[in-house]
């Protein structure tokens, strides 16, 4: 098993910025992918960005620009620096974890609410 805990959500005006950490504990083996998702009321759940154990970074194209993602391979921790944030980022963001032989995890999610 492995558990997800996120942390620095919160609320801030737009053009402000967060950063969300997210630290991972358990049986987790290399070769995996970390990564945030968010879902907004009403909305599904969607991808923002994601990076691999060799440091393949992805993101959604509404972010690329103002987020940047990072981690720490021997902490087992994620990190998303959010700046330049838009009311349009407002939504419960989500950390995952996924390997072939680890599995598939997800944090219980942060909120982040950015003001107009």
């Known amino acids: 098993q492995v558990q997800l805990v996120e942390s620095g959500g919160g609320l801030v005006q737009a053009g402000g910025s967060l950063r969300l950490s997210c630290a991972a504990s358990?049986?987790?083996?290399?070769?995996?992918?970390m990564g945030w998702y968010r879902q907004a009321p009403g909305k599904q759940r969607e991808l923002v960005s994601t990076i691999t154990s060799s440091s393949t970074m992805r993101y959604a194209d509404s972010v690329k620009g103002r987020f940047t993602i990072s981690r720490d391979n021997a902490k087992n921790t994620v990190a998303l620096q959010m700046n330049s944030l838009k009311p349009e980022d407002t939504a419960v963001y989500y950390c995952r974890l996924f390997g072939v032989t680890t599995g598939d995890y997800w944090g219980q999610g942060t909120q982040v609410t950015v003001s107009s």
């Open positions: 358990g049986r987790i083996f290399s070769n995996n992918v």
